[in-house]
């Protein structure tokens, strides 16, 4: 069976709060430090931006989730598709799960006209920098052990970072 994408709905956030916290461990420093948290951050994002808080599921089971906001005002570029969150279920990794979410959300950012896509990313998640690198994401900027990185949304040339 497929992966599924599909919107969140609000009533799963306690589910997906569970997901997160399964994501981060090893990486606990730059998660949320608990259950409780995690559900406020899922709240808070879902909140912001609805339609792109987006749940791929594998035989009606969720396993990853992104959370991508094409409204984000950036103080250098505008307004950006910021992605807050891309995460997929540790059991589930290496199955194009994170490719397939981040395709909808830049498509998300695409169709509102941004031409930035930017994140943040912790400096001691060289696995999750160096996959981003692979997609065209590149280092801006840095605060404190957080790396910023962001790549164009133009659909002719994805690795482009002009």
């Not at 919107?7 to 589910?15: G, K, Q, Y």
């Given at each position: 069976m497929g992966i599924r994408i599909r919107?969140?709905?609000?009533?799963?956030?306690?589910?997906?709060a569970r997901l997160y916290m399964r994501a981060y461990r090893g990486l606990e420093r730059y998660g949320e430090p608990s259950q409780e948290e995690a559900e406020a951050y899922l709240g808070w994002l879902y909140t912001g931006c609805p339609e792109g808080f987006l749940v791929a599921e594998l035989?009606?089971?969720?396993v990853g989730f992104v959370a991508a906001d094409p409204?984000?005002?950036?103080?250098?570029?505008?307004?950006v598709l910021e992605l807050h969150e891309l995460l997929v279920d540790p059991k589930?990794?290496?199955?194009?799960?994170a490719r397939?979410?981040?395709?909808?959300?830049?498509?998300?950012?695409?169709?509102?006209g941004r031409k930035w896509a930017c994140l943040w990313v912790g400096e001691g998640n060289t696995?999750?920098?160096?996959?981003?690198?692979?997609l065209g994401f590149r280092?801006?900027?840095r605060w404190g052990e957080w790396i910023r990185m962001r790549r164009p949304l133009r659909e002719n040339n994805p690795r482009s970072t002009g």
């Open positions: 919107p969140v709905r609000e009533e799963e956030l306690d589910e997906l035989a009606g089971r969720p409204g984000w005002r950036s103080r250098n570029q505008g307004e589930f990794r290496g199955q194009g799960i397939a979410l981040m395709e909808e959300a830049l498509r998300l950012g695409r169709a509102r696995v999750a920098r160096r996959w981003y690198e692979r280092e801006v900027g």
